[in-house]
């Protein structure tokens, strides 16, 4: 991908912003979610609705049990006269993939991505797990902290992860979690603290597993000079890709991550040590560790600063809010060149890798 | 379905033995969901079960949407003003129900209607009775009939019935149509 590159237009992060991640927003339906965050991303670029090229959404309706909720969000952000919109049933990073591609074909500059998620509404491990193959796998109910905890007990005993590995990923994530006032569903502690708390899905402690949250985010993404006039620091996607695995768990190698690996490949990720910062969606710690070593991250490189999806896991969001917040980090001056990272399914069956940077190609 | 139908396709070349018949498996899933309205529309529930209409006013347009939802889905910005409306209003369309169907409550032909309550700038579907089905018309005046028991639901609300009052000109609700 990264060898077509004359041929692309350059597009940018140009603004991003994200409702508090809170255990339960107990009061929200899913336009008063979404709301706060879609209208924020707009404010800062100055855009209303009619001037955004073109609108998607990522959401799961039935994280929420409300049908159609998707279509009732878009009454948040001014559909009127009709817009051009789309929505992934996905993580808000794939539909921020689909705005990439929309922005390719050059005929506009500006588009909207939002994402919610209200997964307090229902029992999320039993939703979740009726995405499973259904009639060998999914009538045994496995929740995704079950299937995880098997993939971490792979890699503890394949040798491919450690305890301390993980307790270091753990705390390091809610520590940082702790500090981003954005997320509320974390605190500061310490790896001794993570390996001394009782299993939860042994081997996965409490603290190995991301806290489900609720919440939205929201981005604005702009082709070349309309980046330039948006942000004083656009942070350009130099590349982004996705690819995804079996749907049959035991097919599957759940020591490594192939399909990170190929992502990071052809977004271009390219020499390891220019990369500064990434933002990983690693809901369980064992998966970090999985995670950076598919990319090829070097051990200096700042490791979710955000806290990541260890510190609050909004489903449908936490992938739109890694790209979010490594954006705002190149932004601002943090970093150069920073990768972020979004993951669907279980145990990290399907990935994506966008490579973002301050300075356009 | 379809792999019924594939096999069928296939059956003419192959004879189907019972090693070939498609098995169907029947597993009943049941999810559970606390249901949130939202922080707009808990008031308006509320108010209902007081037998009172109240809808929220667009900042921008200045429509009064009933029921609320929290936005003004034209202008997309959040509705916050609180205002009472009439439980009196217009039908501004309808329809003549003559299909009974598992679970209907009440007697065909009946009529469901778009009313447009006094105050309100959207429309919400109720039932129209107390009326034979063929008299009602858009633009009939209409009242709401409270149930016995109010609850926080629009079912708090019986039907509508005719006030009796001349019909409302079709200026006065081509807007909210």
């Known amino acids: 991908m990264s060898t077509t590159g004359s041929t692309r237009r350059d597009v940018a992060v140009v603004a991003y912003s994200q409702t508090p991640f809170v255990p339960k927003a107990a009061d929200h339906n899913e336009v008063e979610l979404v709301m706060p965050a879609v209208h924020d991303v707009l404010e800062r670029t100055g855009l209303d609705s009619q001037r955004i090229g073109f609108t998607v959404s990522g959401s799961n309706d039935y994280l929420m049990g409300q049908p159609f909720s998707f279509v009732s969000a878009l009454d948040g952000v001014g559909a009127w006269p009709p817009i051009e919109e789309s929505h992934v049933e996905m993580d808000g990073a794939w539909a921020l993939y689909e705005a990439w591609v929309r922005l390719q074909h050059g005929d506009i500059d500006t588009a909207l991505v939002y994402a919610f ?5 229902g029992d999320l491990g039993r939703v979740l797990s009726l995405q499973l193959e259904p009639y060998t796998t999914q009538p045994l109910w496995p929740e995704p902290d079950h299937l995880a905890a ?38 500061a502690m310490t790896a001794a603290e993570v390996a001394g708390q009782a299993m939860a899905f042994d081997p996965l402690r409490p603290s190995d597993i991301g806290p489900v949250a609720d919440g939205a985010a929201a981005i604005v993404l702009a082709a070349g000079d309309t980046a330039r006039d948006l942000s004083d620091r656009p942070a350009w996607i130099s590349g ?22 190929l992502a990071a490949q052809a977004a271009g990720v390219g020499d390891p040590a220019s990369i500064e910062l990434a933002e990983l969606y690693a809901p369980y710690s064992h998966q970090e560790v999985l995670l950076a070593e598919a990319i090829g991250l070097r051990a200096s490189a700042d490791i979710n600063p955000s806290g990541g999806a260890l510190a609050a896991h909004p489903l449908m969001v936490a992938g739109l809010a890694r790209i979010g917040e490594a954006a705002e980090r190149i932004t601002n001056g943090d970093a150069d060149r920073a990768v972020a990272h979004a993951t669907a399914g279980p145990c990290l069956q399907q990935n994506l890798v966008a490579v973002l940077e301050g300075t356009a190609r | 379905m379809t792999d019924a139908t594939a096999n069928a396709d296939t059956a003419a070349a192959t004879p189907p033995t019972h090693e070939h018949e498609p098995l169907v498996v029947t597993r009943p899933i049941r999810l559970e969901f606390d249901y949130t309205p939202g922080a707009s529309t808990s008031p308006f529930l509320h108010k209902v079960e007081e037998r009172e209409i109240e809808g929220q006013r667009c900042p921008v347009c200045g429509k009064v949407y009933v029921p609320p939802r929290g936005s003004c889905a034209r202008c997309g910005v959040a509705t916050e003003e609180r205002v009472p409306v009439e439980t009196t209003g217009t039908v501004t369309s309808f329809c003549i129900v003559d299909i009974p169907f598992a679970g209907q409550h009440v007697e065909c032909p009946y009529v469901c209607a778009n009313v447009l309550l006094d105050g309100a700038d959207i429309a919400f579907q109720h ?22 028991t109010a609850m926080p639901n629009l079912a708090s609300i019986d039907h509508f019935r005719p006030t009796g009052e001349p019909d409302a000109s079709y200026d006065t609700f081509k807007d909210a149509i």
């Open chain 1, 117 to 121: 998620g209200k997964s307090s509404s």
């Open chain 1, 240 to 261: 982004i890709a996705h690819r995804i695995e079996s749907h049959a768990i035991g097919t599957r190698d759940l020591t490594t991550s192939a399909s990170t690996r």
């Open chain 2, 127 to 148: 039932l129209v009775q107390e009326i034979d089905a063929h008299d009602v018309r858009m633009g009939l005046r209409v009242e709401a009939v409270w149930g016995d």
């Open chain 1, 150 to 187: 098997i993939q971490a007990r792979l890699c503890l005993e394949g040798g491919v992860v450690t305890h301390e590995q993980m307790a270091e990923v753990a705390a390091r994530s809610n520590t940082n979690g702790f500090h981003n006032d954005a997320v509320a569903t974390s605190t």
